[in-house]
């Protein structure tokens, strides 16, 4: 493995247990922080597995759980944003495959597109009051889930040619 | 895998968007909602960015004839690139090949250049290279295609023409035109002596100042210059010892492959004719010849030679005839019936020179070990052979590269003036 990949798979290690830190000085349940230390070591270890998986969806949840929106959120938002984008970086090959240094720039300007939608988001749900909103916002955001999981679903499915 | 499929990235994507925003719309989880909220860029690019058709990919080979460490470029053909954004190719490792990069893995993007894969083999012989994986994957890592296995390629490896070089005159030039000096006299640039003019001889050849002071005329005579036949014979028995390509050590086979492709090199440059035996299970007999196409029919037999521990040693070297040639038996000579083979050529004239191919072989730590007594046995035993050898006047000397041959092949020019009988 190069001293590159050594590097970026530290980093890939450290990013979701530094969005879980955010939360000191209140203390996640050790059962948390065992998971999400061990599921972003395995990921780190293997970029594709589903360890990553479990591991973003751990950290969501103790954050979601806690209903916490200050600027914290934005932080771990970036940080599980990087590491995904991380891990896919560093999925483009096996461990002695050098990062192509293209194309960690185009991740990384990728990454900056990505993180457009979060500010404006948490503008948005801090000054919106969900009580006085219209009530077909919410049904047309339902339809839309419903409509985007059936695509998923659909184009997700492998297509032998 | 013929199928372009979801990468492992997309998917993860594409469950935080879905999640998230279910919870954010169903529970009204507003943190769910601001945390999955950079992902729905992620999956909705990724989900869009699906190729349409499947590439077909091949790989082409620059070169399949190469010079140990020399370098051939693996090309990669993809017949249509659309929607594909980057290209992973991971070689298999081969023995005695290097490649580039180091580990054999290599990626680019596509509106860059197709990454290419070099290879360098390290060893003479029969090389495979180019069983490689290649991955293909769309825009924004969203699909993926492959791995696909490649087909490996045939690589014919030639040894390497070692520097050799040598200023010594073959002992019995025969043929019609060479570089050799003759005992004959002819019309070459060798000054042989001066006579007196007789019917038939060349105006041009006259000595002018000879003849005014004798008042008689008198030429100049010189010798002819001739080629050689050459005989290569190759131990291709046995091969003692571990084979580190070209930077590392050499085997006994490795030896004797390079010393015979550089004495074949030289001496077809010269002008000589050349000849190769190689002996194996299977024995090959190259006839003489000269040329450079020639030089290549040798270099090509040699890179297939094989050992092959069921092989025997031959009761003698079928040369065809050998008069006026000269043979070099390029051998560790650990089998007795090919010393009694090259015992019998020196006796039916031929100017044999034994090579000795075995190297030099550092001794295992624990010299009482029964495969270090062994091997001293039969080094013992290779040493006395070797010496009965030379008491039959057939020299032999340790390959070393340049000037080998130069002190044995003056030596053997010096005898080959004397007359002798030959046994029939």
Not at chain 2, 312 to 323: K, M, N
Not at chain 2, 338 to 348: G, P
Request: glycine content about 8%; overall charge positive.
């Amino acid at each position: 493995m190069t001293p590159t990949a050594w590097v970026l798979r530290a980093v890939l290690l450290l990013l979701p247990c530094a969005a879980l830190a955010l939360a000191l000085p209140e203390r996640p349940h050790p059962l948390v922080i065992a998971v999400v230390v061990l599921c972003s070591a395995w990921w780190a270890w293997s970029p594709d597995h589903l360890a990553g998986m479990v591991t973003l969806a751990t950290v969501i949840a103790w954050w979601t759980v806690h209903d916490v929106v200050d600027w914290r959120i934005l932080v771990v938002s970036v940080l599980l944003v990087g590491a995904h984008l991380l891990a896919t970086v560093l999925s483009y090959g096996p461990d002695v495959m050098a990062v192509d240094r293209h194309l960690a720039v185009v991740w990384v300007r990728r990454g900056l597109l990505t993180l457009v939608p979060l500010p404006i988001t948490w503008v948005a749900l801090r000054g919106l009051d969900a009580d006085q909103a219209p009530s077909w916002v919410w049904i047309a955001a339902a339809l839309t889930v419903v409509v985007m999981v059936v695509a998923t679903l659909r184009l997700t499915q492998p297509v032998d040619e | 895998m013929k199928a372009w499929r979801p990468t492992p990235s997309l998917v993860r994507a594409c469950l935080i968007t879905l999640v998230g925003l279910a919870g954010g719309v169903v529970a009204g989880l507003d943190v769910m909602v601001v945390l999955a909220a950079p992902f729905v860029l992620l999956a909705v690019t990724g989900l869009v960015g699906r190729p349409r058709h499947g590439p077909v990919i091949r790989t082409q080979i620059d070169h399949h004839r190469l010079h140990e460490g020399q370098g051939a470029s693996s090309r990669l053909v993809v017949d249509d690139l659309a929607g594909v954004e980057h290209v992973t190719r991971v070689a298999a490792p081969a023995p005695h090949v290097a490649t580039r990069p180091a580990h054999g893995a290599v990626g680019a993007l596509v509106d860059r250049d197709l990454p290419v894969l070099e290879f360098s083999p390290r060893r003479w012989g029969r090389r495979v290279i180019g069983a490689e994986r290649v991955v293909l994957t769309s825009a924004w890592g969203g699909w993926r295609w492959g791995p696909v296995d490649m087909p490996e390629h045939g690589l014919s490896v030639l040894p390497q023409m070692a520097p050799y070089d040598s200023r010594a005159e073959v002992p019995q030039p025969d043929g019609l035109v060479g570089r050799h000096r003759s005992r004959r006299l002819g019309s070459g640039t060798e000054f042989e002596g001066i006579r007196q003019f007789a019917a038939g001889d060349r105006l041009k050849r006259i000595n002018w100042p000879v003849s005014l002071r004798t008042g008689d005329l008198h030429v100049v005579t010189t010798r002819a210059e001739q080629d050689a036949g050459v005989w290569l014979v190759v131990d291709g028995l046995r091969d003692i010892g571990v084979s580190g390509g070209i930077d590392g050590a050499s085997s006994s086979l490795d030896l004797t492959v390079r010393a015979a492709a550089a004495l074949a090199e030289h001496h077809i440059r010269t002008g000589d004719r050349v000849g190769l035996l190689v002996l194996a299970s299977d024995p090959v007999r190259v006839r003489l010849g000269t040329g450079a196409r020639h030089l290549q029919r040798l270099h090509g037999t040699l890179a297939r030679v094989r050992t092959d521990m069921r092989s025997a040693a031959p009761e003698r070297l079928d040369l065809g005839s050998t008069a006026g040639s000269v043979v070099h038996v390029l051998s560790p000579m650990l089998f007795t019936p090919l010393v009694t083979a090259t015992a019998s050529l020196q006796r039916q004239g031929a100017s044999v020179v034994v090579i000795d191919t075995l190297g030099e072989r550092e001794p295992g730590p624990d010299r009482l070990a029964l495969s270090a007594l062994a091997a001293r046995m039969q080094k013992i035993e290779r040493d006395d052979r070797l010496q009965q050898l030379a008491a039959l006047g057939c020299p032999v000397v340790p390959w070393r590269g340049p000037g080998t041959l130069d002190t044995v092949l003056h030596q053997l020019a010096r005898r080959a003036q004397v007359p002798k009988v030959r046994a029939r």
